[in-house]
Nanobody, 122 residues
Framework: VQLQASGGGLVQAGGSLRLSCAASGRTFSNNAMGWFRQAPGKEREFVAGISRYSGGKYYSDSVKGRFTISRDNAKNTMYLQMNSLKSEDTGVYYC????????????????WGQGTQVTVSS
C-alpha cells in the first residue's frame, strides 16, 4: 500500500484541521488504518486508529473527544478531523496501514505515509 498524507498546516490554538490519507496499490479495505505523530525530540506516538470497516475506532487519551477518525473505503481515503487544537498537538502526522489481524498499536504499521506537518501556535 502506498500512502499519501495531506492537510497539515499552521493553525492557532483552538482551531481545526482535517488530515487526509490517500491509499493506493492494494485493497484498502483489507487494512486497518492509523494516525501517528511525532513531536520534535519525542518518539512517534499513536493518535487514532480505525478498523477495516469502521466498526472500531480508537483514540489516545490525549486526543479523545477532540479528534475524530474516519475512512471512506470507496475513495481509498482515511481522515482525521482535529478540533480544539492545542500547542502540544504540534508534530509530524503519519498515516499507517496494516493488514495483520489483531496487531497492537505499538507494533502497527506495515505501510507508512511520508507525514504532514501540523503546527499549532499558542
Amino acid at each position: 500500500v502506498q500512502l499519501q498524507a495531506s492537510g497539515g498546516g499552521l493553525v492557532q490554538a483552538g482551531g481545526s484541521l482535517r488530515l487526509s490519507c490517500a491509499a493506493s496499490g492494494r485493497t484498502f479495505s483489507n487494512n486497518a488504518m492509523g494516525w501517528f505523530r511525532q513531536a520534535p525530540g519525542k518518539e512517534r506516538e499513536f493518535v487514532a486508529g480505525i478498523s477495516r470497516y469502521s466498526g472500531g475506532k480508537y483514540y489516545s487519551d490525549s486526543v479523545k473527544g477532540r479528534f475524530t477518525i474516519s475512512r471512506d473505503n470507496a475513495k481509498n481515503t482515511m481522515y482525521l478531523q482535529m478540533n480544539s487544537l492545542k500547542s502540544e498537538d504540534t508534530g509530524v502526522y503519519y498515516c499507517a496501514a496494516d493488514e495483520r489481524i489483531g496487531v497492537s498499536w505499538s507494533r502497527f504499521g506495515e505501510y507508512w505515509g511520508q507525514g504532514t506537518q501540523v503546527t499549532v501556535s499558542s
